[in-house]
């Protein structure tokens, strides 16, 4: 398949009431990650961060998902979790989608490969056809132009107060340095 392993370092959670409602949670999960690219000699290594809001109620809603890899520049967003709400049952699930994700996207290979589980719902979804008419009208007018006024005339250069030199001389471009 590939070779991309991960190390769970630490998990930070949190909870909150919004609103009167149940308690939102976020949890934040750093990993060390190595990976080995194709044709590479060496192995990379790095940091990930995946960041889950949820609530775990009833049912479990996946609100949010973030995954962010550390450079030298700080976190960068590597992408985020927009998909179904209810497509998980608990936060480890939520949280596996997103490392796989990370996995995916980081070896260039389809989440499909990484897990065997994931099936989109939508594989075979194709754009929707083109309306055959446009949605907005466009009445194109030739722009109508005198003979007059496609010859330009030279106007003075306000910047041009002339030379202190003779006319005579070549430099004259150069006297306002």
Known sequence: MSDFQSRLLYTQKSSAVINEQEPVTVSSTIYAIRFLYPGASQHTTGRIRITCTYRDTDQFESHAGVIE???????????????????????????????DYTHSFIMGIPLSVVDKGYFPKYPDSKPSPRKNTP???????????????????????????????????????????
């Open 135 to 177: 949605k907005r009208l466009f009445d194109f007018e030739p722009k109508k132009t005198t003979e007059t006024d496609s010859i330009k005339t030279k106007t003075k250069d306000n910047y041009d107060t002339g030379s202190s030199k003779n006319d005579d001389d070549d430099d004259d471009d150069l006297d306002w340095l």
């Open 69 to 99: 890899r550390w450079t030298d520049k700080g976190w960068i967003l590597l992408d985020d979790y927009t998909d179904d709400v209810l497509g998980f049952t608990s936060e480890e699930e939520f949280r596996k989608r997103l490392h």
